[in-house]
């Protein structure tokens, strides 16, 4: 009888029911708004790489070298890109479209909107800079049937850029504070700086040409310089990581799944830049050489050293393995929240101004009032991120920075690009990823040692010029990424084909 009359209550609670009902979690979302997207897709544009990968771009720029084990980009060695972060793109597309559906306000419709753009700019440039041409105009078309996307030209892929950050920008100045934003709290104003800052970095790296498609490159920069930017290194576009969440510690701290933290090592190259400069920077980045402390204080620049980059990797190993150079500061391992990571920062765009008017086109100040700018808040960054006990006895305040800027690194207009770009590259250390080589690839400065006897690189007499495409390509899209490959490269695809940008 109870089987009976449990069936007949079953078969009356099912006949009442409705099956999609029931399957609905009611502890899990529906629908994603669009400020979960905005979330993961700022996020995916701050943020350094974990573990010894937080040291790759250092390798290649020979600031540190690394004993572990052989990598490749410790002598120039590049293989193949990929366009993996091309699949954000879909989702920040997805992200404006649920913003109109919900029927959101115009000024946040606008502000996701704006964020589309300086993401769509941010992938294709870097994609561009890696590799030359790449997918852009029918990058997205997936939808309507185009699964084999053709390469847009680097110069169409730059206008393209260019115009997407220009049209970002005046959507930021239409825009409302919107949700997802875990860096500004959703002020736009903050973001309009972000875009004005990244598109300086791209009209920069164009500095080599006059026009890009139909752009003006002088006028639409000295128009941006003139928008708002960057007050100081707290406006900048990056990561601040946590000492008391553990989900947000930072990647090379060592409780953080890192046992790579006894590894890296300075360079001889970067030490001695830093000592000719009297540079007090190199006792917020560096350690003491341990056999060098029983002769020389800590506090002293004689107690550290480096190990040359480029000598052969047994010689490397047994050095840094001797207690005769100096490993990186033990404050990139042992303090949990690190320092904030740099996407873009304050300091890049005064260098950016300081290259900019000493070529003559008109910024809010001089090149040497800019570079100063940069060299004092990239200093003070450094010193107020670092915890005394890792500074070694030496302080980086006001006063010294003074005397600094009127040392040897004192601005001279007869060797001002020179000296814009060591300093940009010091202040780089450890953030930016690949901004310092590509700044080295248009300029050739700082002037880094190449040993043709350990060079990886085809050409073993210099640094390679771009990454190559990804193999997939190969199988996938093998008409339109062999048409790229002869467009620019004489058909082959090597990594020391000159692209568009660098002619």
């Known amino acids: 009888m109870k089987k009976i009359i449990y069936g007949a209550a079953l078969t009356v609670m099912l006949g009442a029911c409705n099956f999609e009902d029931i399957n609905i979690n009611p502890d899990s979302p529906t629908v994603v708004p669009p400020s979960f997207i905005a979330t993961d897709a700022i996020l995916s544009m701050t943020g350094a790489s974990g573990g010894k990968w937080y040291f790759g771009d250092s390798w290649l720029m020979k600031s540190t070298t690394y004993s572990e084990l052989l990598e490749e980009y410790l002598y120039n060695k590049f293989e193949r890109s990929g366009f993996g972060s091309y699949r954000s793109l879909i989702d920040v597309h997805k992200m404006v479209e649920l913003a109109i559906e919900n029927k959101l306000p115009e000024g946040q419709i606008n502000a996701y909107k704006a964020l589309e753009l300086l993401k769509q700019a941010y992938v294709y440039y870097n994609a561009s800079m890696e590799m030359g041409d790449v997918p852009c105009s029918e990058s997205l078309l997936g939808e309507e049937g185009q699964f084999v996307p053709k390469y847009d030209s680097q110069e169409q892929v730059m206008?393209?850029?260019?115009?997407?950050?220009?049209?970002?920008?005046?959507?930021?100045?239409?825009?409302?504070?919107?949700?997802?934003?875990?860096?500004?709290?959703?002020?736009?104003?903050?973001?309009?700086?972000?875009?004005?800052?990244f598109t300086l970095r791209v009209l920069n790296s164009l500095s080599k040409k006059e026009k890009v498609g139909s752009i003006d490159i002088k006028k639409?920069?000295?128009?941006?310089?003139?928008?708002?930017?960057?007050?100081?290194?707290?406006?900048?576009?990056?990561?601040v990581y946590s000492s008391t969440v553990s989900a947000q510690w930072h990647p090379f701290y060592w409780e953080n799944g890192n046992k790579w933290y006894n590894y890296p090592f300075m360079?001889?190259?970067?030490?001695?830049?830093?000592?000719?400069?009297?540079?007090y920077r190199l006792f917020y980045y560096a350690e003491p050489a341990k056999n060098k402390t029983e002769q020389f204080a800590s506090d002293t620049f004689d107690a550290y050293a480096g190990t040359d980059p480029t000598a052969p990797y047994g010689t490397i190993q047994t050095e840094c393995n001797s207690g005769n150079v100096s490993a990186v500061n033990r404050r990139y391992h042992r303090v949990p929240q690190g320092e904030p990571y740099k996407t873009i920062s304050y300091s890049e765009?005064?260098?950016?101004?300081?290259?900019?008017?000493?070529?003559?086109?008109?910024?809010?100040l001089d090149a040497k009032t800019h570079y100063e700018n940069a060299v004092r808040a990239a200093m003070l960054f450094t010193a107020e991120n670092t915890p005394k006990?890792?500074?070694?006895?030496?302080?980086?305040?006001?006063?010294?920075?003074?005397?600094y800027l009127n040392g040897k690194a004192k601005f001279d207009y007869k060797v001002g690009l020179h000296q814009i770009m060591t300093q940009k590259y010091i202040a780089s250390f450890l953030h930016s990823s690949w901004n310092s080589y590509y700044d080295y690839r248009r300029t050739g400065l700082p002037e880094l040692p190449v040993n043709p006897a350990?060079?990886?690189?085809?050409?073993?007499?210099?640094?390679?010029?771009?990454?190559?495409?990804p193999s997939s390509e190969y199988s996938q899209n093998k008409n339109n990424v062999n048409e790229a490959i002869e467009r620019q490269y004489n058909g082959t695809d090597t990594p020391n084909g000159v692209m568009w940008i660098l002619k």
Request: overall charge negative.
């Open 159 to 197: 206008e393209t850029v260019l115009n997407k950050l220009n049209e970002s920008s005046e959507l930021f100045s239409k825009a409302e504070v919107f949700e997802g934003d875990v860096l500004y709290e959703g002020n736009v104003q903050k973001w309009q700086k972000v875009v004005n800052a």
């Open 454 to 469: 350990t060079n990886l690189n085809e050409v073993n007499t210099q640094m390679p010029l771009r990454w190559m495409y």
């Open 220 to 239: 639409m920069f000295e128009e941006v310089a003139s928008l708002p930017l960057f007050d100081s290194e707290k406006d900048n576009l990056q990561r």
């Open 267 to 279: 360079s001889d190259f970067f030490v001695d830049m830093l000592k000719e400069l009297n540079d």
């Open 349 to 364: 765009v005064q260098f950016v101004l300081a290259e900019a008017a000493l070529r003559g086109w008109k910024t809010p």
């Open 389 to 403: 006990e890792f500074n070694h006895g030496r302080e980086i305040n006001s006063a010294y920075i003074d005397d």
